[in-house]
Structure formats: structure tokens, C-alpha cells
């Protein structure tokens, strides 16, 4: 499977090919495998072919006739469960199908939003005492799938309107703010995008107190004292 991958990142002559010959309809089959090597593996080619340029015209709506959306989401939310290497590559693919701005109506029926924001606050609960080295790999996508979701579709904030995401955002920015300062930006951009026009989350905020930790973050860098004085405006 990683050479496959290898090939298809390479070249586009490639790509062509696999697919008349069916390269999804296989990787649907395979990814219903308990093996998570087999798992890992086939997320890698797979997160290689929906970033191909050619992707939202020509691979992505062969995925979502698939059955590979539900099993995707399926085993980036049973997270540490099926290994966090698949986890990990799966939830690179949803946040690229999101990026093709053809697909979020489709995740979204697949209840996306819900069983995402469940998994951010299932994270969460292991933080700081058990959280297993490389998290923030799991975490840094899946930020992204649910900040583009909200983005791409107004309205649907009501779908996780839930005050502990707040909290889990902010034990997240704790955990993470030092040694991956990448999350911060990934973590503000979602709370961007959880308040904008939403008064349930902007209550939430204040309720919990939450300002002075979101103050706390201005200086992190350029773009975060964006994303925080973002935040404050909504």
C-alpha cells in the first residue's frame, strides 16, 4: 500500500489508470480490515489521492458513492481504539474532501459535526494524565474538519451546541500551546467559527469564564492575537 501511495503522490499518468481499473471500490473492501497496519496503509494512499489536483472532479465523488466516508469517520472517532496511525490518516482525508468544497453537505448527513466535536471531547478527557505521544497529530485534523464544516455551512453550530467543547478547546490550548504551538492557531480558528453569529457560544464564554485564558493567548503569535481579537469581536 505505501508504494501505491508513493506512486500515485508521483505521478498523475498513474492516477489515471487506478481508477477505471477501480482503485476505489478496492480500498471500500479493504478498509473494513481489523488489521490496523492494513488500516494505516490504505489511509496513506487514500489521503494521496484526494489531494491530487484532479480530486474534486474526478476521485472524490467516486468516494462518496463508496461506502468509505462512514467507515472513515467510523475509525477517526473510535480514535485511540483502532491506532492512532489510521486514526491519524483518515481524519487527514475527511479535512481534504472538506477543503474540496464539494462534499460537506455529505459529511454533514453522515453526522460529521456530532460525532467529531464527540471525539475532540473524548480526547480531551485523556489530557493531561494519559494522552499518548503523538495526539496532537490526531488532533491538529480534526480541528481543521470541524472548523471548515462550520465555515462551509452557515448555520450548523446548532449540531454541537454543547458548552464542554469550550472547555475542551481551552485543555487542549493548555496541553499542547507549548510544545506544538501549531494547535493554537488550529484551536482559535475553531472557536473563530463556533461564535461567529452564534450567541449560544458567545454566552458560553462569558459564562465560564473563559475570557482571561483567551486573553492569555494574544501573544503567542502574529496570527493568533488575530484569531483572539477575531473572537472578541463576535
Known sequence: LYPLG???????????????????????SCIQSPHEAVLEGL????????QAKEAPAEIIPLVLDSVLPQHMLRLVCSGLKA?????????????????SHTASAALLSLGALPALASLLLDLASDIPQDAPEGLELLVCPVL???????????????????????????????????QHPFIV??????????????????????????????????????????????????
Open 43 to 50: 489511509g496513506y494512499v487514500l489521503s494521496q489521492l484526494l
Open 83 to 99: 491506532g492512532i496511525g489510521a486514526a491519524v490518516e483518515f481524519a487527514w482525508c475527511l479535512h481534504y474532501i472538506v477543503c
Open 144 to 178: 481543521r474538519c470541524l472548523s471548515n464544516l462550520l465555515a462551509e455551512e452557515t448555520g450548523c453550530q446548532v449540531q454541537i451546541r454543547d458548552e464542554r467543547l469550550l472547555v475542551t478547546l481551552f485543555l487542549i490550548l493548555q496541553c499542547f500551546c507549548q
Open 185 to 234: 492557531q488550529e484551536c482559535l480558528w475553531l472557536l473563530n467559527n463556533l461564535t461567529a453569529d452564534e450567541p449560544f457560544f458567545c454566552s458560553a464564554l462569558l459564562s465560564l469564564d473563559l475570557l482571561p485564558a483567551l486573553l492569555q493567548l494574544l501573544p503567542c503569535s502574529q496570527m493568533a492575537s488575530v484569531l483572539v481579537l477575531t473572537v472578541l469581536c463576535n
Open 6 to 28: 508513493n506512486l500515485v503522490v508521483e505521478s498523475e499518468a498513474v492516477r489515471k489508470q487506478l481508477l477505471p481499473q477501480g482503485i476505489i471500490p478496492v480500498l471500500a
